[in-house]
């Protein structure tokens, strides 16, 4: 496996683009290390996501979310789960800047534990 | 004017050199290629950054079959990482008055923290002794625990003999005490299994036999089990609170990490997995069974471990009669262009069970990089030097 900087720039230019057509999600995980397993296991399987900064509107740290469309909500979660990756919020964009969290009730009932 | 032959590095126990040419290319492309702070900030570099970190904690889970690499966390080399360990089970597991178990090839890095406990928490110590070939009896294990030992550490390969100690063995017989492995000198040579192993905390450094750059190292820590931080600070993570992460990695992680050290050490365990654990080892126990059988032939010097035909790292002791340590390794690497250690080795220890101790030996440590054609050239400098 190379690392090397041509690989990079590869991977730059080829990351996902956000997904704008559809409504998404946005999951919060507890650090970059989740994120990326997240993205990982999304990969995987072939799910369209996004990589983002937090989005201000829903916390101030500094890290990374995954953002993906909304009719993909069930089987992300469910992946989520099975990699055994908690939660530490998920949201539904509303708007550019808005961002309405899906309660944790509407999450558990969805992730078989 | 007589060329001066190419230099023999025989001192691998101390940190690997040549490194595999992909870990080279990492570390230097790595470094030309983007700004090295991982996780704190959301912009391409900080990702691709943070991936070149998931990517080596990943392929270090695997290696080691952690079943979550986020039980993964880096460390500067295995002295920080066993520091965390020993320091961090203080009022957690261990207590004044608990009892730990450790053997008599520990490395200072695990007996200088455990001595401090000794000292200044009221921890008791008892030692696995080592038989007459050099290897820890793990046979004495049920004879030495109490109902209060909450932690046994051992160091799975000796740097000072190549005595490989059955921490499979210990695992089994651990009990409830927390069984921490000293990897330094096998992580890259001999399987290890933490699940099958039962350890509990297995500490590791990059630069020797896993082949990456020095100023990397870390330790898997099981699940349920959790270690007081020695660091506070930055992780990228849960930035809006004062309050230092409590999971793993980033509880262990604070600071700025060593990206490229990291980086490198992908690489090197990339190397290590392409090669084959089965055909490193198998090379160096050749070299190590060619030095030993003729080395046995000079009479002037003295080898101690184990023996050419048990199971056992190409890490060898050596003394020659009438000849100090120093005087030795010195004249190797003048004369010879052969570098190897002289002295305790890090672990006066295994010199007081060897009789060697104040003195110590002459350590030759051959990697996976050397050739019988070095063995060869060791074997006729030692010869000449004993003769003289
Ligand atoms: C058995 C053992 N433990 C610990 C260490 C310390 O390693 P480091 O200097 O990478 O922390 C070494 C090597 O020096 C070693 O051989």
Redesign the interface.
């Known amino acids: ?5 041509g690989d ?2 590869q ?2 230019i080829t ?1 996902w683009s956000p997904i704008q057509q559809t409504p998404t999600c946005v999951v919060i995980l ?5 994120v ?2 997240a993205e ?1 296991f999304l990969k995987r399987n072939g799910i369209s996501h996004d ?4 989005p201000r509107e829903i ?6 979310a995954v953002e993906f469309s909304c009719l993909e909500k069930e089987r992300v979660l469910e992946l989520l789960a099975s990699a ?1 990756l908690r939660i530490a919020g998920l949201y539904r964009r509303d708007g550019k800047n808005s961002f309405k969290p899906i309660s944790a009730e509407q999450i558990t009932a969805n992730v078989v534990n | 004017m007589s060329a001066k032959p190419a230099p023999i590095y025989a001192d691998n126990a101390a940190t690997s050199f040549p490194k595999p040419r992909e870990v080279i290319d990492t570390v230097s492309s790595v470094l030309g290629s983007m700004s090295l702070s991982p996780g704190r900030s959301a912009h391409q570099y900080s990702l691709e950054c943070s991936r070149l970190i998931f990517d080596t904690r990943e392929a270090l889970a695997d290696f080691f079959n952690c079943p979550d690499s986020s039980r993964i966390a880096f460390t500067c080399n295995v002295t920080e990482a066993l520091n965390v360990g020993i320091f961090g089970l203080l009022g957690r597991v261990l207590h004044p008055g608990d009892h730990v178990i450790t053997t008599a090839l520990e490395h200072n890095s695990v007996m200088r923290p455990l001595r401090y406990l000794e000292k200044t928490s009221g921890i008791s110590i008892s030692i696995l002794p080592v038989s007459g070939d050099g290897e820890v009896m793990v046979s004495e294990l049920p004879r030495l625990m109490r109902d209060n030992t909450r932690l046994i550490v051992a160091n799975h390969v000796s740097n000072v003999t190549g005595a490989v100690a059955d921490i499979e063995a210990i695992g089994r017989n651990k009990g409830n005490a927390v069984f921490m492995v000293d990897a330094a000198q096998s992580a890259g040579v001999f399987p290890i299994d933490v699940v099958s192993m039962n350890i509990d905390m297995l500490a590791f450094t990059g630069h020797k036999s896993l082949l990456g750059p020095t100023g990397s190292g870390g330790f898997y820590l099981r699940q349920g089990l959790s270690l007081r931080p020695l660091k506070m600070g930055g992780t990228g993570s849960n930035s809006e609170t004062e309050i230092q992460p409590d999971f793993m990695p980033d509880c262990h992680e604070a600071g700025t990490p060593n990206t490229l050290g990291i980086a490198g050490l992908g690489a090197g365990v990339g190397f290590v997995n392409r090669t084959g654990l089965a055909a490193i080892r198998e090379h160096e126990q050749r070299l190590c069974r060619l030095f030993l059988e003729s080395v046995g032939q000079i009479k002037e010097i003295l080898v101690f471990g184990p023996a050419a035909d048990r199971e056992r790292a190409a890490v060898i002791s050596l003394r020659v009669k009438g000849k100090s340590e120093s005087e030795v390794a010195q004249s190797l690497d003048r004369d010879f262009h052969i570098m190897v250690r002289a002295g305790l080795h890090c672990a006066p220890g295994a010199h007081r069970t060897m009789g060697t101790f104040a003195d110590g030996t002459v350590r030759f440590s051959f990697g996976f990089f050397n050739t019988e054609a070095d063995v060869t050239a060791c074997l006729t400098a030692l010869e000449i030097i004993s003769k003289n």
């Open positions: 496996m190379s690392h090397g900087p990079n720039q991977k730059l990351m507890f650090s970059i290390h989740f990326l397993k990982k990589v983002i900064p937090v916390s101030s740290d500094c890290g990374m055994d």
